[in-house]
């Protein structure tokens, strides 16, 4: 048996030193993107803390950057009414309403000469409340319908740039700050090619990849997503004042006299005192010297010409950024004056966001193709002349499906209108049809599969055509790249390529003829040398010791993700379990609901599917797991929601996503009213989603919802 270790004065001196070191070149790094120790150094360091927190648990504080990621999913998010309500800025489309907008405050100030104002950019993320009690971190909400948000405490923990204590000696016994959580691009890009890879719905932009990551339930996925934060106010309650926090980044602030040093080069270390803010430019540093980021990006204007000059320049620049902005949030900077300003019955009279267009260019279609995708549906694809668009050139844009095309009436030859959805995927809004030249012809969706030539099906209650031949070199393909993703069996440098030249080559006819390739057979392909072919083959067998779940989840049955195979293998110990089961019964299981059930009941009835199993099954593949009770209704994580939904998703019929919504705890009304939680809405949303604005009343995308739920929908 180990000896009990005794906790001695240099273990808690040097658990503190470490601490403090690991805390300051994170903030350096996370922060002010100035590292100052080397990534090995820090993981040397970090290993060490941990180490010493694992054999004295006693010495593990809050604050611990061990403390980031969470262990256990949380089984729900808790609602928690805000201590100071978020409310939403008017809202401003150029210069005329920046002109209104100041001919109405200064009839309620006349008297006023000198003023500045401080324009920030408006970041396109979600809003954040964090509450800091004697400097610590004791909760994280989301703005929610600004009077009630989600607990996602252990969420925010994982954001590196919002520190766990303040950076002052002696912090106010409470503090709030709100800022805004956002997905850097190069972590969204990443992000969304690790869904196409595995078969799972993109997420439409980085907003809502912001919104979907804070409401995961595991804080490990949320910490793998690399969130990022900026601070834009801070509030520290003063017995009778007058409080109201404002949501994109505006604050009324009232301030007690705190503790510490605002430097503009080099990290904060803590100080004295330092002198209570009287302007919104204040606040902002003083945010940054406690060890917030704050965008740089910032400026001080006297008057509206300058502030017009600096939207048009971000107007441009917004593209070389490497995060998404949707204007301009422009604010009076003496506190004072907002104080005297106050609010209308909506918005405060002091501040107004500036919106950015969305940007739009015309260009030609010079082809139009269908690609035929993994489970066989068949997507129409504009191929078009390149043209520049919010930064980047464009050449493609999804057509998204026959009803859509004919919608449009698109034809090769066509002068076109793009834009980018969201700023990131391209899609055609409408057709110049003026400028057609002559002798066009209407574009007719294929019959045959243009693959493996094999008939098209386009059922009734679906929008999507596709191809059922499971024989389909294009289906094959891609079936093969989902089940070698990283989710799924994670087969070491099974890319695309090779994919491509086994299936040409007529070596790989199933996903079982993986495990029959022979180092001989792979250097029959083009640039494939030996030390690549034992690799490539050590890695298929290294495939075997996946688990279930993965398993499962590579077979690539329709609306079975990830998280949806992890749940039907808890449940279903075994494939023969699961074959075994009929559709009631695997619909009962929390989570899965009956368009599932009947997916995958369908998919164990094939009998080229079951002859994939016995071959799988042959050559070794774990086709056993674990099971796990049922889900309790107290873990339902919908749970006493109330939720409408409007206009026509993009995948789920109504029915399907009430009855997703119910078997998660949720409520599906007809009607937008204060009490509702959330508006789920689709394309041609109607009067519901302006009442919904008007309230305040969150509004979801079909990805959102599933995102909330916890689930990951193949299309």
């Not at 190069?186 to 690790?194: L, P, R, T, Y």
């Not at 939680?677 to 509004?699: F, N």
């Amino acid at each position: 048996m180990d000896a009990i270790q005794e906790v001695t004065p240099e273990i808690q001196k040097r658990i503190k030193e470490l601490r403090q070191l690991l805390q300051k070149a994170s903030y350096a790094y996370y922060v002010l993107d100035d590292p100052i120790m080397e990534d090995p150094v820090y993981d040397q360091l970090y290993h060490e803390l941990l180490d010493l927190e694992t054999r004295f648990p006693e010495l593990i504080t809050p604050d611990s950057p061990t403390q980031r990621v969470g262990e256990k999913p949380a089984s729900q998010f808790h609602s928690v009414r805000h201590n100071i309500p978020l409310y939403s800025l008017e809202n401003a489309f150029g210069k005329d309403d920046l002109v209104r907008w100041e001919e109405r405050w200064r009839r309620i100030a006349p008297d006023v000469e000198a003023f500045e104002y401080v324009c920030e950019l408006k970041i396109d993320g979600s809003a954040l409340a964090l509450t800091y009690e004697n400097g610590l971190l004791v909760r994280g909400a989301t703005r929610g319908d600004g009077i009630e948000g989600e607990d996602i405490t252990q969420n925010v923990k994982t954001i590196y740039s919002i520190p766990l204590r303040l950076n002052l000696e002696n912090p106010p016994p409470l503090m709030e700050v709100r800022g805004e959580a956002f997905l850097p691009l190069n972590s969204f890009q990443k992000i969304n090619h690790e869904r196409e890879q595995s078969g799972e719905p993109l997420f439409a932009n980085p907003r809502n990849a912001a919104a979907g990551t804070l409401r995961q339930l595991d804080s490990r996925i949320v910490a793998k997503r690399k969130l990022d934060f900026f601070a834009y106010t801070l509030h520290i309650p003063v017995a009778g004042s007058h409080q109201v926090e404002i949501g994109d980044g505006e604050v009324q602030l009232d301030l007690l006299a705190n503790q510490a040093e605002i430097q503009s080069e080099h990290i904060p270390t803590p100080d004295t005192q330092f002198p209570v803010p009287h302007t919104q430019w204040d606040c902002l540093e003083l945010l940054r010297a406690m060890g917030f980021k704050v965008n740089p990006e910032r400026k001080c204007c006297s008057n509206l010409q300058e502030v017009q000059e600096y939207c048009d320049h971000w107007f441009t620049e917004r593209h070389n950024l490497s995060y998404m902005t949707d204007g301009v949030v422009v604010k009076i900077n003496s506190l004072a004056l907002q104080e005297r300003l106050g609010f209308t019955q909506k918005f405060p009279r002091w501040a107004i966001a500036l919106k950015y267009p969305a940007e739009e260019a015309p260009t030609v279609v010079e082809r139009i193709n269908v690609n035929v995708g993994r489970t066989g549906a068949v997507t129409p694809l504009a191929e078009m002349r390149p043209v520049q668009l919010a930064g980047t050139t464009v050449s493609r844009a999804t057509l998204h499906n026959r009803d859509r095309i004919s919608e449009l009436d698109i034809r090769v030859g066509d002068t076109v209108i793009v834009r980018k959805a969201g700023e990131i995927i391209p899609e055609v809004v409408r057709v110049l049809y003026e400028l057609r030249p002559p002798g066009t012809q209407p574009f007719e969706m294929p019959t045959h599969c243009p693959e493996c030539g094999q008939p098209l099906v386009k059922p009734e209650d679906e929008a999507v055509t596709r191809c059922i031949n499971a024989s389909c070199p294009a289906i094959l393909r891609k079936g093969l790249e989902h089940w070698a993703s990283r989710d799924a069996l994670d087969i070491a440098g099974l890319g695309e390529k090779w994919v491509i030249q086994l299936v040409d080559h007529n070596l790989v006819h199933s996903i079982a003829d993986l495990y029959d390739l022979t180092v001989e057979q792979l250097l029959t392909l083009e640039r494939m040398g030996q030390k690549s072919a034992q690799n490539l083959v050590k890695a298929i067998e290294h495939s075997k010791s996946q688990p279930w779940p993965r398993v499962l989840y590579g077979l690539g049955i329709r609306h079975v993700g990830s998280v949806n195979a992890q749940t039907l293998a808890e449940q279903f110990p075994s494939v023969e379990a699961l074959e075994q089961a009929n559709i009631e019964i695997i619909a009962s299981v929390y989570g899965i609901g009956n368009e599932i059930a009947q997916s995958v009941h369908a998919w164990f009835q094939n009998p080229a599917n079951q002859e994939l199993i016995h071959r799988l099954r042959a050559a070794g593949l774990q086709l056993t797991g674990q099971s796990k009770p049922s889900a309790t209704q107290a873990e339902q994580p919908l749970a006493g929601k109330t939720f409408v939904i409007t206009g026509t998703l993009p995948n789920l019929k109504r029915d399907e996503a009430k009855a997703l919504i119910q078997t998660a705890g949720g409520k599906v009304t007809d009607s937008i009213s204060k009490k509702t939680d959330y508006l789920v809405v689709g394309e041609e949303a109607g009067s519901k989603l302006a009442k919904a604005q008007t309230l305040g009343v969150p509004q979801l995308t079909e990805a959102d919802l599933l995102e909330l739920l916890g689930k990951v929908v193949d299309g």
